[in-house]
């Protein structure tokens, strides 16, 4: 039951995701067919996009990096007090 669901879920997100033929042509070129109303209003618009994505792709880069090696090497850091006593 859960597999007939779940199909039918990913269907129907795919299918609200795409712009509609109206909103297709109202954007520009790099825009077509993935996002619904208007399209930009000036090129402001994509600076702070393409600044917003920056931010996200830095912030995930150092997180996940963060994550995988902290970096902490002191005896007497909280890490190594929690792991080593009970």
Same mark, same amino acid.
């Not at 269907?11 to 520009?28: E, F, H, T, W, Y």
């Not at 208007?38 to 880069?61: H, K, M, Q, R």
């Not at 990096?65 to 080593?84: C, Q, R, S, V």
């Given at each position: 039951?859960?597999?007939? @669901?779940? !199909?039918?879920?990913?269907?129907?997100?795919?299918?609200?995701?795409?712009?509609?033929? @109206?909103?297709?042509?109202?954007?520009? +070129?790099?825009? +077509?067919?993935? /996002?619904?109303?208007?399209?930009?209003?000036?090129?402001?618009?994509?600076?702070?996009?393409? /600044?917003?994505?920056?931010?996200?792709?830095? !912030?995930?880069?150092?997180?996940?990096?963060?994550?995988?090696?902290?970096?902490?090497?002191?005896?007497?850091?909280?890490? +190594?007090?929690?792991? /080593?006593?009970?």
């Amino acid at each position: 039951m859960k597999k007939p @669901v779940l !199909t039918l879920l990913l269907i129907l997100i795919r299918l609200v995701s795409l712009a509609c033929p @109206v909103c297709d042509q109202r954007q520009p +070129k790099v825009l +077509k067919g993935i /996002t619904h109303g208007t399209g930009p209003e000036s090129n402001w618009d994509y600076v702070i996009i393409i /600044t917003a994505i920056a931010i996200v792709i830095f !912030t995930l880069f150092f997180s996940v990096k963060w994550l995988i090696n902290p970096g902490e090497a002191g005896n007497d850091h909280i890490k +190594k007090f929690i792991l /080593t006593n009970p």
